[in-house]
């Protein structure tokens, strides 16, 4: 099986804060919740300047399907109700609250009571749980599949696969029982018949956990992955631990497949027991700027400045700012934008590491095609690009399957001429959306 | 607080880099110089030399001219320099000038024309030496013997116009093939030097062992099959260009397809081209044309081998 698993690039791993159980930082004096922290429609405010919320008190509820509700991280009183322009360049609603320090959870809060599969999705709505691996899509969305009873396996995401961060690597070793009670309550309500976990091979010791905690559970397969990039790729999960290909435009219900991020599903066994909605998170504070590089349990909102400072602060003058790690992570404009649902990692690079590579022009070597775990040829969109002719250009993405691109870096990264291989792919798949909205 | 950058991922590279590539090129080729300097001598060197020096100077005064960006620091004419330099014979009186002249076309013709380096659909050193041997058949299609080695060495015809008459007794021997102590163009002689090269370049990663393996494999097995002896077959291997060919330029990235699969099946063509052209062509060596062919064929072959991407559907008649 292993000499077929796709997704070798190899990246370096740095997993220096894999040893570091996760601290709590210190209350913030005031966090940032963003209205948009998940794919799909914003959540609608619902407090207003001068109220006083509370730990888990809500402040902006879903708006649609594909949405996802947010709560107040700290207790104290919203201070500002503004517009906030994020990291992707697209704007939401910010909600800022002022902590009182004491963070104070709110008395609403009590377990939900979860006695079938309809109240356990509604109970996932509720926790305001989106993807913790990355994309922060709604986690109710996906487990809906089942309700067309679609799920016949629920694969669990402990691939960790980007360099630097090991928040989910503490969630397997500090965090396993949850995991266990997770999986058990995805077993209760969801009809699949098998659940498998994927955890790439530097990890033995989180391997070595879930493994005996599942031992009882003969429908729990635990899979040890290549130790190369992308295994936490969801298509290419999918492809090494179940042997099934996602089809072009398909989701991974269409095979059959629940994958669901290891945080996540401990999260869900965290919430059906104590009712406190998605308020923190666990973070990587790591990267060439770090002076000490750390895991903090952090509340969501809390400004990256005060994250970098709770883990003793930066060595050297900081180039670049991250979300997440260097493979996939976001560059942010300012260490004031604030934790997110789904960040697992904030990488602080130093100015040499922020430097562009030398340009050369494409030399024709054939590494990003040899690499790209999706089977794609990368240089073909390039050429596209070239074209002036909006209907030829189109045709060509088309052709070369621009859609299938996951946008995983390994194409560029492997580039000796350092082409901006998923720059123009960004750039191409905009194109391809602005022609289908016209 | 000062600027932070904002760019798209990914935010880290790999070490690989262009202008590394291309030096690994050259320090594979540095084995093959040296071997054809001491098998012939200064005319050897100087040859390699001016054909290095007019490549780089070629692209050098042509960047500037048309005001653009500086592009020697890639090392990629010095490349072309040195295997053009390589493909001729130890016979500097006679083709300096022509080196000169040879280089420039392979550089700015065939290369900056087209739009520099990537962009060239054709190898510049090999069309450059078509190109000469064409212009300058009777000094660059001269065959110039070892000035080291028995005397009976640097007398009569190359290996290959030998094998290629009834009189074979006149072969040096298969060892002397492997040192490279016979006639022949600098860089083509000596098997074992270019056979260090290979390691190198597959040890460093530049290529995949298997497509000169493939091409030299191809014409071995035809010229088996052809004459049913083994040691002709080898003989055929062994002389002309064809290691040199298989081993540095059927590898190079610009113009062969950008699969690997893609890859082989252009190093079947070029080895199959190859025996076909020394067998019933009217050159002796068909090494050069055989590559030059496949480059033409090359977008074609690219298309035919593209991978099928992970869960793409199926369209018949290939993997559109
Ligand atoms: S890796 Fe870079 S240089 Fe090589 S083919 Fe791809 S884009 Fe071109
Ligand atoms: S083309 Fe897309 S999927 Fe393939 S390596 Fe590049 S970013 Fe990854």
């Known amino acids: 099986m292993s000499l077929f698993m796709l997704g070798r690039a190899k990246v370096p791993h740095r997993k220096n804060t894999a040893n570091m159980k996760a601290e709590r930082i210190p209350a913030p004096t005031s966090v940032t919740l963003l209205t948009s922290q998940h794919i799909g429609a914003p959540a609608t405010p619902t407090v207003k300047v001068g109220d006083k919320v509370k730990v888990g008190t809500l402040v902006a509820e879903a708006s649609g399907y594909v949405s996802s509700p947010v709560y107040s991280s700290v207790s104290g009183t919203v201070k500002k109700l503004e517009p906030h322009l994020m990291y992707n360049g697209r704007s939401c609603q910010a909600i800022i609250i002022e902590s009182d320090g004491e963070m104070t959870p709110d008395e609403s809060i009590a377990p939900p009571t979860i006695s079938s599969f309809d109240e356990l999705s509604a109970a996932v709505r509720a926790s305001g749980l989106v993807g913790l691996g990355g994309a922060g899509f709604p986690t109710s969305v996906k487990l809906d599949a089942e309700k067309k009873g679609l799920i016949k396996k629920i694969i669990l995401n402990g691939a960790e696969c980007e360099p630097y961060i090991t928040s989910d690597t503490r969630t397997m070793l500090d965090d396993g029982e949850y995991i266990k009670a997770g999986v058990e309550l995805l077993q209760k309500y969801v009809s699949a018949d098998e659940v498998i976990v994927g955890i790439e091979r530097n990890k033995p010791e989180c391997i070595a956990n879930l493994t005996s905690l599942f031992a009882g559970n003969e429908k729990v397969r635990v899979v040890s992955l290549p130790d190369t990039y992308p295994q936490g790729a969801e298509k290419i999960l999918i492809h090494n631990t179940a042997g099934l290909d996602v089809p072009e435009g398909g989701l991974p219900a269409d095979v059959g497949c629940l994958v669901m991020n290891v945080t996540s599903v401990a999260f869900l066994a965290k919430y059906a027991e104590s009712g406190m909605p998605l308020v923190e998170k666990c973070v990587t504070v790591d990267g060439s700027a770090i002076k000490s590089p750390k895991n903090l349990i952090v509340p969501i909102g809390t400004p990256i400045k005060d994250v970098i400072e709770a883990a003793g602060g930066t060595s050297c003058e900081v180039g670049k700012i991250l979300y997440g790690g260097p493979m996939m992570g976001m560059a942010v404009y300012s260490d004031e934008e604030p934790v997110l649902k789904n960040t697992n990692a904030i990488t602080v690079m130093n100015k040499k590491d922020a430097e562009p590579k030398k340009l050369y022009p494409c030399i024709h070597c054939g590494r990003c095609a040899e690499i790209c775990p999706m089977g794609l040829n990368p240089t073909l969109y390039a050429k596209a690009m070239k074209v002036s002719d909006p209907a030829d250009r189109r045709a060509r993405l088309n052709d070369a399957k621009i859609n299938l691109c996951m946008e995983c870096g390994c194409c560029s990264f492997v580039c000796p001429s350092a082409r901006p291989l998923v720059e123009t792919n960004k750039l191409a798949k905009a194109d391809l959306r602005a022609a289908q909205n016209k | ?320």
Request: aromatic share 10%; glycine share 10%.
């Open chain 2, 1 to 320: 607080m000062n600027k932070l950058t904002v760019s798209s991922a990914p935010h880290i590279r790999s070490s690989s880099a262009t202008n590394r590539v291309m030096l690994d090129v050259i320090i594979a080729l540095l084995p093959t110089a040296i071997a054809g300097s001491v098998i012939f001598g200064w005319q050897a060197i100087a040859t390699i030399l001016i054909c290095v020096l007019s490549s780089v100077l070629a692209e050098f005064i042509y960047n500037l001219i048309l005001k653009k960006e500086q592009t020697v620091g890639d090392f990629s004419a010095a490349v072309t320099g040195l295997l053009l330099g390589l493909n001729m014979p130890a016979n500097f009186t006679e083709i300096w000038w022509q080196c000169i002249i040879g280089s420039a076309f392979a550089i700015i013709v065939v290369k900056c024309l087209f739009g520099g380096l990537g962009a060239n659909f054709a190898n510049p050193a090999i069309t450059g030496r078509i190109f000469m041997m064409i212009c300058y058949t009777g000094t660059v299609g001269k065959s110039v013997f070892p000035i080291i080695g028995s005397a009976e060495l640097s007398t009569g015809a190359t290996p290959l116009v030998v094998l290629g008459s009834d009189n074979i007794s006149s072969l040096p021997s298969l060892f002397d093939m492997l040192l490279g102590l016979r006639g022949g163009a600098i860089g083509e002689v000596c098997i074992l030097a270019l056979l260090v090269g290979f390691v190198y370049l597959v040890v460093r990663k530049v290529i995949y062992f298997e497509t000169p393996l493939i091409m030299i494999g191809t014409v071995f097995v035809l010229s088996l099959l052809v004459s049913n002896d083994p040691v002709y077959a080898l003989y055929q291997v062994m002389s002309g260009g064809l290691i040199l060919g298989a081993v540095f330029m059927a590898t190079d990235y610009v113009t062969t397809p950008i699969n690997r699969t893609g890859k082989m099946i252009f190093a079947l063509g070029a080895g199959l081209i190859t025996v076909l052209i020394r067998l019933y062509g009217s050159y002796p060596e068909g090494v050069s044309f055989a590559i030059l062919l496949m480059n033409i064929l090359s977008p074609y072959i690219e298309k035919w081998t593209a991978k099928r991407p992970l869960g793409a559907k199926r369209v018949k008649g290939g993997t559109k």
